[in-house]
C-alpha cells in the first residue's frame, strides 16, 4: 500500500507544473536552514552565548552542505527541463522558420529569451497563417463567382478555360498561363486563352511543330515536362516571350490517348526553382479534365450545328416549294448585312442578322399547304393561322442554347413601331433595332417580289412604299437601305 502511494506521488510530481516544483523544492531546502538555525538557538547558554561541541558543530556543517547540494541539484534538474523545452521548441520551429530566424534564434544564450523569441515567432506565423487562410477565403469567393458566370454562359468554354488558368498559374505562384490546341492538321499550336499576360483571341498566334521539338515530344509521349527556353526558336515570333517564360511547365491535353493540345504555366521572371514532381502531375490532371471538357464542347457544337443546319434546310424547303418567295432567305440576308455593316455593327450582329434571316420564316413549316399556297388573298381565318408562324419558327430553335440571340429576331418581325404588327403588338422602343432592322429587309424584298395576289413591284416603287409606313418602319433603317442599293453594295 506505501509503495502505491509513493509511486502516485512521485507521479504526481514529475506532472506538476514548473512553479508548483520550484515551490516544493524551495520549501524543501528551506527546512534544513531553519533546523539548523533552531539547533543553534537551543545551544544558547543563559548568558546568551553559544556553547555547542566540535562534534556538533561538525554535523550541522554536514547537514547544511548536504541541505545546499540537495537544493542545487534539484533546482539544476529543474532548470535542465527548461532548457531541455527550449532546445525541443528550437528543433520543432526549425520545421516552419525562415533560415534567417532560425540563425537569429541560435545565436541568443539565454534560454528564456529564446523561448519567448520562439513564441513571438510561432505567434507571427500563425497570424500568417490566418491572413493566408483569409485571402485563401476571398480567393475561393473569388474563384466561385467566376465559376457562376461561367455556368450563366455556359455556350462559351472560353469561360471556362480562363477561369482553369488562372485558378492554376496563382496555385502554382506562376506568372503566366496559356492553353493552346492543335489544328486539324496536328501541325501547329494555336493560342485559345492566356492569363497573366495581355493576349488578343482574335489574332490567334500560331505556333509551328517541329519534328524532334520539345513540344513535338511532349505531345508524342503525352507526359507532362519541365521545359526552358523551348520558345525561342528562330522561325518562332520573338514577342512570344511574354507568354513563356525560362522555366516553363508544359502538360498535355489528353482525351482518348489523344492530345488535343497543350497546357503550359511559367516561372516568373528572377525565379530559378524549377516545378516540383508534385505540380507537374497536378498540371496533367487538371490538363486531361480540360480536354474532356473541349471535347464535350466541340461534340455539344457539332450537335447543335447539325441542328442548325437540319433547321436551314427545312427553311430552304419551304422556301423552294414556293415559287413566288424561292430564294427569298438568300435576299433578306443580303439586304439585312449590308445594312447592319452601314451602321457599323460588330460581328456578331452580323452573325446573328444572317442567321435570323435564313431562318426567319421556318415557322411556315407549320402552315398548312394550301394557305401557303393559296393563289389569292387569304381570308381573315387563313391570316389568324398565317400569323402564327412566328412563334412556330421560335419555338423550333429555342431548344438550341446557341441559337437563343435569334429567337427575339423570329418572333418579332412582323411587329410595327405603331403597335399593329405581330404576334405581341410591341411598340417603338419596345422592339429592338436588329430587329428593325430585319423588318425592313423581309419588307424590301416582299414588296419586290410577285406576289398570287399582286405583281412585283420595282425598286423606287418599293421605296416609296416603305417611306410611306413611317408609322411602322424605322426609317433610319430604311433610309440606310436605300443608301445601300444606290451605291449597289449588295449581293444579288
Not at 528551506?30 to 538555525?37: A, C, D
Not at 545546499?68 to 534539484?74: A, E, H, K, L, P
Not at 525565379?271 to 496533367?284: A, G, M, P, Q, R
Not at 413601331?417 to 404576334?423: A, K, W
Request: hydrophobic share 40%; net charge negative.
Amino acid at each position: 500500500m506505501k509503495k502505491v502511494r509513493k509511486k502516485v506521488f512521485l507521479a504526481s510530481f514529475e506532472d506538476a507544473s514548473i512553479l508548483r516544483k520550484f515551490t516544493i523544492l524551495f520549501l524543501i531546502t528551506s527546512i534544513i536552514p531553519m533546523v539548523l538555525l533552531y539547533f543553534f538557538y537551543l545551544q544558547t547558554t543563559k548568558n546568551g552565548h553559544i556553547s555547542i561541541s566540535i562534534l556538533n558543530f561538525t554535523y550541522a556543517m554536514v547537514l547544511m552542505v548536504l541541505g545546499v547540494f540537495i537544493g542545487f541539484i534539484t533546482i539544476r534538474a529543474l532548470l535542465l527541463k527548461v532548457i531541455d523545452i527550449s532546445k525541443q521548441n528550437t528543433k520543432t520551429l526549425e520545421n516552419f522558420l525562415n533560415p534567417e530566424d532560425i540563425d537569429e534564434v541560435r545565436k541568443e544564450e539565454n534560454e528564456i529569451v529564446v523561448l519567448s523569441r520562439s513564441f513571438s515567432a510561432v505567434t507571427q506565423r500563425l497570424e500568417e497563417n490566418v491572413r493566408s487562410l483569409e485571402t485563401a477565403k476571398r480567393t475561393l469567393n473569388a474563384v466561385m463567382y467566376k465559376v457562376a458566370h461561367g455556368i450563366s454562359n455556359m455556350e462559351n468554354i472560353d469561360t471556362f478555360l480562363e477561369l482553369i488558368l488562372e485558378t492554376l498559374t496563382g496555385a502554382l505562384h506562376g506568372s503566366v498561363g496559356t492553353l493552346m490546341l492543335l489544328n486539324d492538321r496536328k501541325s501547329e499550336l494555336i493560342i485559345n486563352s492566356v492569363y497573366g499576360a495581355s493576349y488578343d483571341p482574335k489574332r490567334k498566334i500560331h505556333l509551328k511543330l517541329f519534328d524532334g521539338s520539345p513540344l513535338a515530344k511532349l505531345l508524342s509521349e503525352r507526359r507532362p515536362m519541365s521545359l526552358s527556353g523551348v520558345f525561342l526558336q528562330k522561325d518562332n515570333d520573338p514577342q512570344l516571350n511574354r507568354y513563356f517564360g525560362e522555366i516553363l511547365l508544359c502538360a498535355p491535353l489528353v482525351f482518348n490517348d489523344n492530345a488535343s493540345g497543350i497546357m503550359t504555366v511559367s516561372k516568373p521572371e528572377g525565379d530559378k526553382e524549377n516545378f516540383t514532381e508534385e505540380d507537374l502531375n497536378l498540371v496533367f490532371n487538371l490538363a486531361s479534365q480540360t480536354a474532356v471538357a473541349i471535347e464535350n464542347s466541340k461534340l455539344h457544337r457539332n450537335i447543335e450545328k447539325t441542328y442548325f443546319e437540319t433547321i436551314s434546310a427545312l427553311a430552304l424547303a419551304i422556301d423552294a416549294k414556293d415559287r413566288y418567295a424561292h430564294g427569298h432567305l438568300d435576299r433578306v440576308a443580303n439586304h439585312a448585312l449590308m445594312i447592319g455593316r452601314h451602321l457599323g455593327l460588330e460581328d456578331e450582329d452580323l452573325e446573328t442578322l444572317r442567321g435570323a434571316a435564313r431562318l426567319h420564316d421556318v415557322g411556315k413549316i407549320g402552315i398548312p399547304d394550301e394557305i401557303l399556297k393559296k393563289d389569292h388573298s387569304l381570308n381573315d381565318e387563313e391570316w389568324v393561322i398565317m400569323r402564327r408562324h412566328p412563334e412556330i419558327g421560335e419555338s423550333i430553335i429555342k431548344p438550341v442554347h446557341s441559337l437563343h440571340p435569334l429567337c427575339d429576331l423570329i418572333r418579332h418581325h412582323h411587329e410595327k413601331l405603331d403597335g399593329s404588327g405581330y404576334p405581341d403588338g410591341l411598340k417603338g422602343e419596345e422592339i429592338s433595332p436588329l430587329v428593325r432592322i430585319l423588318s425592313v429587309a423581309d419588307a424590301f424584298d416582299a414588296i419586290t417580289t410577285e406576289r398570287p395576289y399582286r405583281p412585283k413591284k420595282s425598286r423606287q416603287e418599293a421605296i416609296q412604299i416603305l417611306r410611306s409606313l413611317k408609322t411602322q418602319l424605322d426609317q433610319d433603317i430604311v433610309d440606310i437601305l436605300v443608301e445601300g442599293l444606290e451605291t449597289k453594295e449588295y449581293i444579288t
